[in-house]
T-cell receptor
Framework: AQSVTQLGSHVSVSEGALVLLRCNYS??????LFWYVQYPNQGLQLLLK????ATLVKGINGFEAEFKKSETSFHLTKPSAHMSDAAEYFC????????????WGLGTSLAVNP | DAGVTQSPTHLIKTRGQQVTLRCSPK?????VSWYQQALGQGPQFIFQ???????QRGNFPDRFSGHQFPNYSSELNVNALLLGDSALYLC????????????????FGEGSRLTVL
C-alpha cells in the first residue's frame, strides 16, 4: 500500500530564508506525487506535481520539488520565504491501483517570521 | 473556465439535523470526491462519485451519503448530525474517465464550513 510521511508538522523560517518541507513516500509502482497548499479558511490549491517527466518540478509561487527515487523523497523547496507563504502544505501520492485516489500526508504548517 | 464551486460556504446546524452540501465540478471533469477536514487536520476521504455511482468510500458511517447528477454535479448529505461532524467539507473534481489523462490530480473548491451546535 502506498503511504506518505511528512517530516515536521510545524516548520518556522525567517522571511528571506530557505524553505524546505520534507515528504517521503512508499509505493510499489512509479508514483505520481503532488504538493498542495492551503491558506487559512480556503480550499487546497495545487503547487506542483510529478508525473514521471522531469525529476525537478517547478510550481507556482517560486516553489519547486525534486523527485528522488533512491531516497523515495519529494521534498518541497523555495529559495527565499515570503510572508505570504505562511500556510499548510500537504504532500500526496497517487494510488495507481485504486483509480489513482490520492493518499495524503498529515500536513506541515509553515510559519514565516519577519 | 469556472473551477470547482461549492455551496453554501458556511452553515450552522444543530445536533440531529440533516445537511446537504453541493458541488459543481470543473468544466470537463467527470469525477467528484468529497473530503472532510477537521480543524488543524488533513483532508479525510469520504467518497468518490463517477458515472452517478459511488466508486470508492472512506471510513465514514452510513450517515454520510451522496449523489452525482447527469451533469456531474454532486451532493453530500449528512444525517443525524453530531458535534464531531463540524468541519470544512471539501469537494474535488478530476477527470477519472478520460483514458491516459488520469494522474489523480484533484481540483478543489473553497469548501463548505459546517458548524454543528
Amino acid at each position: 500500500a502506498q503511504s506518505v510521511t511528512q517530516l515536521g508538522s510545524h516548520v518556522s523560517v525567517s522571511e528571506g530564508a530557505l524553505v524546505l518541507l520534507r515528504c517521503n513516500y512508499s509505493s510499489s509502482v512509479p508514483p505520481y506525487l503532488f504538493w498542495y497548499v492551503q491558506y487559512p479558511n480556503q480550499g487546497l490549491q495545487l503547487l506542483l506535481k510529478y508525473t514521471s517527466a522531469a525529476t525537478l518540478v517547478k510550481g507556482i509561487n517560486g516553489f519547486e520539488a525534486e523527485f528522488k527515487k533512491s531516497e523515495t523523497s519529494f521534498h518541497l523547496t523555495k529559495p527565499s520565504a515570503h510572508m505570504s507563504d505562511a500556510a499548510e502544505y500537504f504532500c500526496a501520492v497517487s494510488d495507481a491501483g485504486n483509480n489513482r485516489k490520492l493518499i495524503w500526508g498529515l500536513g506541515t504548517s509553515l510559519a514565516v517570521n519577519p | 473556465d469556472a473551477g470547482v464551486t461549492q455551496s453554501p460556504t458556511h452553515l450552522i446546524k444543530t445536533r440531529g439535523q440533516q445537511v446537504t452540501l453541493r458541488c459543481s465540478p470543473k468544466s470537463g471533469h467527470d469525477t467528484v470526491s468529497w473530503y472532510q477536514q477537521a480543524l488543524g487536520q488533513g483532508p479525510q476521504f469520504i467518497f468518490q462519485y463517477y458515472e452517478e455511482e459511488e466508486r470508492q468510500r472512506g471510513n465514514f458511517p452510513d450517515r454520510f451519503s451522496g449523489h452525482q447528477f447527469p451533469n456531474y454535479s454532486s451532493e453530500l448529505n449528512v444525517n443525524a448530525l453530531l458535534l464531531g461532524d463540524s468541519a470544512l467539507y471539501l469537494c474535488a473534481s478530476s477527470e477519472l474517465g478520460v483514458s491516459g489523462r488520469n494522474t489523480g490530480e484533484l481540483f478543489f473548491g473553497e469548501g463548505s464550513r459546517l458548524t454543528v451546535l
